[in-house]
Protein backbone atom coordinates (compact mmCIF):
# COMPACT_ATOMS: atom_id res chain seq x y z
CA UNK A 1 0.00 0.00 0.00
CA UNK A 2 2.96 1.94 1.02
CA UNK A 3 4.96 1.92 -2.25
CA UNK A 4 1.18 2.61 -4.41
CA UNK A 5 0.47 5.72 -1.91
CA UNK A 6 3.95 7.15 -2.75
CA UNK A 7 4.33 6.00 -6.45
CA UNK A 8 1.11 6.31 -7.92
CA UNK A 9 -0.78 9.18 -5.66
CA UNK A 10 -0.50 12.72 -6.62
CA UNK A 11 -0.33 13.86 -2.92
CA UNK A 12 2.40 11.82 -1.68
CA UNK A 13 5.68 12.58 -2.30
CA UNK A 14 7.58 10.53 0.17
CA UNK A 15 7.49 8.06 2.74
CA UNK A 16 7.60 10.34 5.30
CA UNK A 17 4.48 11.81 4.32
CA UNK A 18 2.50 8.22 5.06
CA UNK A 19 2.85 9.01 8.59
CA UNK A 20 -0.58 10.22 8.98
CA UNK A 21 -2.12 8.00 5.77
CA UNK A 22 -1.50 5.04 8.37
CA UNK A 23 -3.10 6.50 11.10
CA UNK A 24 -5.82 8.13 9.00
CA UNK A 25 -6.36 6.02 6.24
CA UNK A 26 -7.63 6.91 3.16
CA UNK A 27 -9.37 4.75 -0.09
CA UNK A 28 -11.63 1.55 1.16
CA UNK A 29 -9.27 0.97 3.76
CA UNK A 30 -10.57 2.87 6.54
CA UNK A 31 -13.18 0.16 6.38
CA UNK A 32 -10.74 -2.86 6.81
CA UNK A 33 -9.36 -1.09 10.23
CA UNK A 34 -13.22 -0.44 11.10
CA UNK A 35 -13.60 -4.01 10.93
CA UNK A 36 -10.48 -5.06 13.28
CA UNK A 37 -11.83 -2.34 15.31
CA UNK A 38 -15.68 -4.11 15.30
CA UNK A 39 -14.41 -8.06 15.40
CA UNK A 40 -11.85 -6.91 18.51
CA UNK A 41 -15.21 -5.16 20.52
CA UNK A 42 -17.39 -8.28 19.50
CA UNK A 43 -17.07 -10.45 22.81
CA UNK A 44 -18.26 -7.26 24.32
CA UNK A 45 -21.33 -6.41 22.41
CA UNK A 46 -21.78 -10.17 22.06
CA UNK A 47 -23.04 -9.93 25.58
CA UNK A 48 -26.36 -7.87 25.97
CA UNK A 49 -28.44 -6.49 22.99
CA UNK A 50 -28.37 -3.32 25.38
CA UNK A 51 -25.30 -2.81 23.58
CA UNK A 52 -27.29 -1.80 20.28
CA UNK A 53 -28.85 1.12 21.67
CA UNK A 54 -25.83 2.14 23.37
CA UNK A 55 -24.11 2.03 20.16
CA UNK A 56 -26.53 4.39 18.55
CA UNK A 57 -25.65 6.74 21.50
CA UNK A 58 -22.46 6.45 20.87
CA UNK A 59 -22.89 6.93 17.00
CA UNK A 60 -24.78 10.12 17.49
CA UNK A 61 -22.52 11.89 20.35
CA UNK A 62 -19.35 11.05 18.67
CA UNK A 63 -20.10 13.58 16.07
CA UNK A 64 -19.78 16.19 18.38
CA UNK A 65 -15.89 16.00 17.97
CA UNK A 66 -13.38 15.43 15.17
CA UNK A 67 -11.56 12.07 15.97
CA UNK A 68 -9.49 11.40 12.49
CA UNK A 69 -6.92 9.30 14.76
CA UNK A 70 -7.68 5.57 13.32
CA UNK A 71 -10.51 7.55 11.46
CA UNK A 72 -12.76 7.08 14.90
CA UNK A 73 -15.47 9.07 13.50
CA UNK A 74 -16.72 6.29 11.24
CA UNK A 75 -15.50 3.75 13.29
CA UNK A 76 -18.27 4.97 15.90
CA UNK A 77 -20.55 6.36 13.57
CA UNK A 78 -20.95 2.92 11.84
CA UNK A 79 -20.44 0.76 14.75
CA UNK A 80 -24.52 0.60 15.03
CA UNK A 81 -24.50 -1.41 11.93
CA UNK A 82 -22.40 -3.98 13.13
CA UNK A 83 -23.88 -4.29 16.60
CA UNK A 84 -27.44 -4.46 14.92
CA UNK A 85 -25.74 -7.52 12.84
CA UNK A 86 -24.34 -9.25 15.97
CA UNK A 87 -27.74 -9.24 17.44
CA UNK A 88 -30.14 -9.65 14.72
CA UNK A 89 -32.74 -11.27 15.71
CA UNK A 90 -33.39 -15.03 13.58
CA UNK A 91 -37.13 -14.71 13.52
CA UNK A 92 -36.82 -11.29 11.26
CA UNK A 93 -33.81 -13.16 9.01
CA UNK A 94 -37.12 -15.86 8.41
CA UNK A 95 -39.27 -12.31 7.30
CA UNK A 96 -36.96 -11.12 4.90
CA UNK A 97 -36.81 -14.23 3.25
CA UNK A 98 -40.29 -14.48 2.74
CA UNK A 99 -41.42 -12.93 -0.52
CA UNK A 100 -44.36 -10.91 1.12
CA UNK A 101 -41.02 -8.96 2.02
CA UNK A 102 -39.98 -7.86 -1.25
CA UNK A 103 -43.20 -5.34 -2.38
CA UNK A 104 -42.00 -4.15 0.60
CA UNK A 105 -38.18 -3.44 0.02
CA UNK A 106 -38.99 -2.46 -3.77
CA UNK A 107 -40.75 0.25 -1.89
CA UNK A 108 -38.65 0.99 0.09
CA UNK A 109 -35.17 1.67 -1.96
CA UNK A 110 -37.87 3.96 -4.56
CA UNK A 111 -38.24 5.85 -1.49
CA UNK A 112 -34.35 5.74 -0.75
CA UNK A 113 -33.36 6.38 -4.34
CA UNK A 114 -35.55 10.03 -4.38
CA UNK A 115 -34.36 10.64 -1.19
CA UNK A 116 -30.72 10.44 -2.47
CA UNK A 117 -31.86 12.80 -5.35
CA UNK A 118 -32.32 15.48 -2.72
CA UNK A 119 -29.64 15.26 -0.29
CA UNK A 120 -27.86 18.19 -1.31
CA UNK A 121 -31.09 19.77 -1.10
CA UNK A 122 -31.68 19.57 2.69
CA UNK A 123 -28.31 18.46 3.87
CA UNK A 124 -24.43 17.88 2.03
CA UNK A 125 -23.63 15.08 0.99
CA UNK A 126 -20.88 14.83 3.82
CA UNK A 127 -23.19 13.59 6.13
CA UNK A 128 -23.60 10.79 4.60
CA UNK A 129 -19.55 9.62 5.36
CA UNK A 130 -20.11 9.80 9.13
CA UNK A 131 -16.68 11.40 9.07
CA UNK A 132 -16.78 14.95 9.80
CA UNK A 133 -18.43 16.89 12.74
CA UNK A 134 -21.49 18.66 13.14
CA UNK A 135 -19.77 21.81 13.84
CA UNK A 136 -18.17 21.50 10.71
CA UNK A 137 -21.20 21.10 8.86
CA UNK A 138 -22.40 24.30 10.13
CA UNK A 139 -25.00 22.01 12.31
CA UNK A 140 -25.48 21.90 15.83
CA UNK A 141 -25.00 19.81 18.51
CA UNK A 142 -28.59 18.94 18.67
CA UNK A 143 -29.12 19.29 14.67
CA UNK A 144 -26.40 17.29 14.04
CA UNK A 145 -27.83 14.14 16.14
CA UNK A 146 -31.19 14.99 14.84
CA UNK A 147 -29.84 14.18 10.83
CA UNK A 148 -27.85 11.48 11.68
CA UNK A 149 -30.38 9.57 13.72
CA UNK A 150 -32.58 10.22 10.22
CA UNK A 151 -29.78 8.57 8.59
CA UNK A 152 -29.28 5.59 11.01
CA UNK A 153 -32.88 4.97 10.02
CA UNK A 154 -32.79 5.64 6.58
CA UNK A 155 -29.41 3.01 6.50
CA UNK A 156 -31.59 0.65 8.37
CA UNK A 157 -34.30 0.46 6.26
CA UNK A 158 -32.02 0.06 3.07
CA UNK A 159 -29.46 -2.56 4.89
CA UNK A 160 -33.15 -4.62 5.30
CA UNK A 161 -34.73 -3.81 2.02
CA UNK A 162 -31.36 -5.15 0.05
CA UNK A 163 -31.40 -8.27 2.70
CA UNK A 164 -35.05 -8.83 1.72
CA UNK A 165 -34.30 -8.52 -2.29
CA UNK A 166 -31.43 -11.14 -2.08
CA UNK A 167 -31.93 -14.19 -4.64
CA UNK A 168 -33.55 -17.21 -3.02
CA UNK A 169 -31.36 -19.39 -4.86
CA UNK A 170 -28.13 -19.47 -5.89
CA UNK A 171 -26.68 -18.60 -9.23
CA UNK A 172 -23.51 -19.11 -11.31
CA UNK A 173 -22.18 -15.49 -9.73
CA UNK A 174 -23.57 -16.32 -6.34
CA UNK A 175 -20.36 -17.45 -5.16
CA UNK A 176 -18.93 -14.14 -5.83
CA UNK A 177 -21.06 -12.92 -3.50
CA UNK A 178 -18.75 -14.25 -0.65
CA UNK A 179 -15.56 -11.60 -2.01
CA UNK A 180 -17.19 -8.83 -1.85
CA UNK A 181 -14.09 -7.33 0.68
CA UNK A 182 -12.03 -7.87 -2.06
CA UNK A 183 -13.58 -5.85 -4.48
CA UNK A 184 -14.07 -3.09 -2.18
CA UNK A 185 -10.75 -3.11 -0.57
CA UNK A 186 -8.61 -3.83 -3.74
CA UNK A 187 -10.30 -1.69 -6.61
CA UNK A 188 -9.04 1.80 -5.37
CA UNK A 189 -5.31 0.02 -6.32
CA UNK A 190 -6.98 -0.47 -10.14
CA UNK A 191 -8.47 2.93 -9.86
CA UNK A 192 -5.24 5.06 -8.63
CA UNK A 193 -3.20 2.95 -11.38
CA UNK A 194 -5.58 4.08 -13.91
CA UNK A 195 -5.52 7.92 -12.99
CA UNK A 196 -1.60 7.77 -12.69
CA UNK A 197 -1.47 5.85 -16.27
CA UNK A 198 -3.73 9.10 -17.77
CA UNK A 199 -6.10 6.16 -19.50
CA UNK A 200 -9.32 8.63 -18.20
CA UNK A 201 -7.95 10.39 -21.34
CA UNK A 202 -8.78 7.41 -23.53
CA UNK A 203 -12.76 8.05 -22.42
CA UNK A 204 -14.58 9.15 -25.28
CA UNK A 205 -15.75 12.48 -25.73
CA UNK A 206 -19.60 11.59 -25.22
CA UNK A 207 -21.09 11.74 -22.23
CA UNK A 208 -23.13 8.60 -22.03
CA UNK A 209 -20.73 7.34 -23.83
CA UNK A 210 -18.47 7.90 -20.95
CA UNK A 211 -20.61 6.61 -18.38
CA UNK A 212 -21.64 3.29 -20.20
CA UNK A 213 -17.81 2.73 -20.91
CA UNK A 214 -17.11 3.47 -16.88
CA UNK A 215 -19.84 1.27 -15.67
CA UNK A 216 -18.84 -1.58 -17.78
CA UNK A 217 -15.18 -1.00 -16.99
CA UNK A 218 -16.56 -1.17 -13.58
CA UNK A 219 -18.70 -4.09 -13.99
CA UNK A 220 -15.48 -5.95 -15.45
CA UNK A 221 -13.18 -4.96 -12.50
CA UNK A 222 -15.88 -6.11 -10.07
CA UNK A 223 -16.18 -9.78 -11.68
CA UNK A 224 -12.60 -10.28 -12.02
CA UNK A 225 -11.40 -9.30 -8.17
CA UNK A 226 -14.57 -10.75 -7.43
CA UNK A 227 -13.77 -14.47 -9.28
CA UNK A 228 -12.77 -17.20 -7.12
CA UNK A 229 -9.52 -18.32 -8.54
CA UNK A 230 -8.48 -14.56 -8.15
CA UNK A 231 -10.26 -13.84 -4.82
CA UNK A 232 -8.77 -16.53 -3.11
CA UNK A 233 -5.52 -15.07 -3.50
CA UNK A 234 -6.17 -11.81 -2.93
CA UNK A 235 -7.98 -12.84 0.38
CA UNK A 236 -4.13 -13.18 1.66
CA UNK A 237 -4.28 -9.37 1.63
CA UNK A 238 -7.43 -8.33 2.86
CA UNK A 239 -7.79 -11.34 5.21
CA UNK A 240 -5.09 -13.75 5.77
CA UNK A 241 -6.69 -15.30 9.14
CA UNK A 242 -9.39 -16.49 7.42
CA UNK A 243 -7.74 -17.06 4.77
CA UNK A 244 -5.63 -19.56 6.67
CA UNK A 245 -8.83 -21.11 8.83
CA UNK A 246 -10.55 -21.45 4.74
CA UNK A 247 -6.84 -23.03 3.52
CA UNK A 248 -7.16 -25.81 6.73
CA UNK A 249 -11.15 -26.52 5.85
CA UNK A 250 -10.13 -27.38 2.36
CA UNK A 251 -7.02 -29.57 3.43
CA UNK A 252 -9.71 -31.43 5.73
Known amino acids: MGWVRVNVSDDVSSLESLKPWWIDPSWPFWYLLAMVVWRLATPVVRRSWLWLPGAVALSLVVGRWDLPWL ?3 RVIGFLPFYVLG ?3 PGWLTVLLKRRVSVPFALVAMAGLWWFSAHTD ?3 PTEWLYYRTPYGHLDASTEQGMAIRALL ?3 GLVGALSVLALLPRRKHAITAMGAWTMVVYLLHGFVMQ ?3 ALDLVDLLPDHAWT ?3 AVVAFAVALAFFLGWPPVARR ?3 IVDPVDAVRSLRRRRG
Do not use: C, M, P
Open 86 to 88: VHL
Open 193 to 195: GVI
Open 121 to 123: TWF
Open 71 to 73: DLN
Open 210 to 212: QVL
Open 234 to 236: LSW
Open 152 to 154: LGL
